[in-house]
């Protein structure tokens, strides 16, 4: 019997093949590589998930619908253009900086059953981005070594108010750019458009609702108190939703944000992120290597 994982990460492969950009001195460099260090000291290989690509730290599951990558808290206080970046890219505008090119996330989202959509439209009139629901979980760990997760959105809110983002991602799915002189095509959200909070048509995530483009005042900024220390390793988890979402909590996860006559936003609720739910993905290393020695055996047949 065929595997539907594997046959959807060859599917993911021929994406990157067909991508020109495959260096990764982006992020070469002493402090990168600090930065990476740190992050393989806090997280281990998640347990059960496929590891894409042995540059990156970047994982799918096909079963959970996720696909996890880690990275480091770039930004905490300013204006934002974007959630998550790639690393050594767009990180003056971004909460977070990946150790992941762009083009894997896109193939682990298709390997895990997302569906690319279109990204935002501006002429001849403004189209939101569209895509298979994405809700983005972060996970790190506090000062004193406790494993702490939430909703990203909560890192994020509306300028001059205290109102986080409401909305879900959608996997916009970016698009190719192919040089006329050489015909090597590039991913575009490799500049840094990974999960977005500006619409780009270069954005691989990004919010189906309208928000001011970089060339305007940002609508969106960086939800201070929420957010963990620089440098903090992060790994965020991209869960696709399924469409049949029960009401209630469609209605929370999907609402475009309210506002007040005078401008301010008020507050709804989300879903509560169960830390349960999520703890196993903030193991270390030797939790994950301890675990797995603890692993029965199979009997011989």
């Given at each position: ?9 060859t599917i993911a492969v021929l994406l990157v093949a067909n991508c020109v950009s495959t260096g990764w001195a982006q992020w070469e460099g002493e402090r990168f590589d600090s930065l990476l260090k740190d992050v393989e000291k806090t997280f281990g290989d998640p347990r059960g998930m496929v590891r894409l690509d042995p540059k990156s730290r970047i994982w799918a599951d096909k079963k959970s619908k996720r696909v996890v990558v880690d990275g480091y808290v770039a930004l905490r206080q300013g204006q934002l253009e974007m959630l998550a970046c790639i690393a ?214």
């Amino acid at each position: 019997m065929r595997n539907p994982f594997l046959n959807a990460l060859t599917i993911a492969v021929l994406l990157v093949a067909n991508c020109v950009s495959t260096g990764w001195a982006q992020w070469e460099g002493e402090r990168f590589d600090s930065l990476l260090k740190d992050v393989e000291k806090t997280f281990g290989d998640p347990r059960g998930m496929v590891r894409l690509d042995p540059k990156s730290r970047i994982w799918a599951d096909k079963k959970s619908k996720r696909v996890v990558v880690d990275g480091y808290v770039a930004l905490r206080q300013g204006q934002l253009e974007m959630l998550a970046c790639i690393a050594a890219t767009k990180e003056h505008e971004s909460v977070v900086a990946v150790f992941s090119k762009a083009q894997w996330v896109h193939a682990g989202l298709i390997a895990v059953g997302a569906k690319p959509g279109t990204p935002v439209k501006w002429e001849p009139e403004y189209q939101p981005p569209t895509g298979s629901k994405i809700q983005v979980i972060a996970l790190w760990k506090d000062a004193e070594g406790k494993k702490q997760v939430i909703d990203a959105r909560e890192w994020v809110r509306e300028v001059g108010t205290s109102q986080s983002l409401q909305t879900n991602f959608v996997f916009a799915g970016s698009i190719m750019w192919k040089d006329p002189d050489t015909g090597e095509e590039f991913y575009q959200a490799e500049d840094g458009d990974l999960v977005c909070v500006a619409n780009f048509s270069t954005a691989t995530m990004d919010i189906p609702l309208r928000s001011l483009s970089a060339n305007a005042v940002r609508s969106f900024e960086a939800y201070t108190d929420k957010i963990p220390e620089s440098g903090t390793p992060v790994r965020l988890v991209f869960e696709v939703i399924d469409d049949e979402l029960p009401p209630a909590k469609a209605a929370a996860s999907d609402q475009p944000t309210p506002t007040e006559k005078d401008g301010s936003s008020r507050e709804s609720s989300k879903p509560k992120i169960s830390l349960a739910a999520y703890e196993r993905l903030i193991d270390s290393p030797e939790e994950v290597a301890s675990a797995t020695l603890r692993q029965p055996v199979p009997a011989a047949e």
